[in-house]
């Protein structure tokens, strides 16, 4: 104490408090669907996922803008790419195809393709068939459907003793371009599984 009072730094030991968290243990819901091969098309980028989550909703807004506003407005499309997008339903799915490496994926804003002719700046990939584990969402995006995907997987792929994941994909469903800040807006997350090997 004297020291302090002389103008000396003073040390104190604040007492040690030890903290726990414990996470995980919430219930997510989903059902395994057995679906045929499918083809999508739609607009592709390539995204790292250290910024995908930052990056992903700015392509959104890019595309959403030059392709589908006029659209969602009741014009009719004033070139290829817009009758695609109308044709196929383009923005029903977003779509991660975890194929690229180095810590990059592709990121497809597409729909169902239904044939014909594919626009430039389009590309078309087909999925095979297979059982995909469908993760049902409500809330507003892109946060609510982000938080499910976290989920996905950090706890339910590697926690799950029956499936294993299929393919290094996932395709996000949209219900529709109604309000997706509603915190009511229905979307879902598909992974395509299969059974573990016992």
């Known amino acids: 104490p004297s020291q302090v009072r002389d103008g000396a730094a003073g040390k104190s030991f604040l007492p040690l408090t030890i903290t726990i968290s414990i996470q995980g243990g919430n219930r997510m819901d989903y059902k395994i669907t057995p679906m045929p091969a499918f083809k999508v098309i739609g607009f592709q980028r390539l995204f790292d996922t250290e910024t995908a989550y930052q990056e992903i909703p700015k392509f959104w807004n890019e595309v959403s803008g030059k392709y589908m506003k006029a659209l969602w407005e009741g014009k009719s499309p004033a070139n ?66 982000q938080s499910v995907n976290t989920r996905i997987f950090k706890e339910w792929i590697p926690g799950n003793p029956d499936y294993e994941v299929a393919a290094y994909a996932s395709v996000e469903w949209y219900d529709g371009p109604g309000d997706t800040s509603a915190p009511d807006y229905h979307s879902a997350v598909w992974i395509p599984v299969r059974k573990k090997q016992a």
């Open 80 to 145: 290829p790419a817009e009758q695609a997008v109308m044709d196929n339903c383009i923005g029903e799915y977003g779509i991660s195809i975890d194929d690229a490496g180095g810590g990059k994926f592709r990121y497809l804003i597409a729909g169902k393709y239904k044939g014909g002719d594919v626009p430039e700046g389009m590309t078309v990939h087909e999925f095979p068939r297979n059982d995909w584990a469908v993760f049902d969402c409500r809330g507003p995006l892109p946060g609510a459907l």
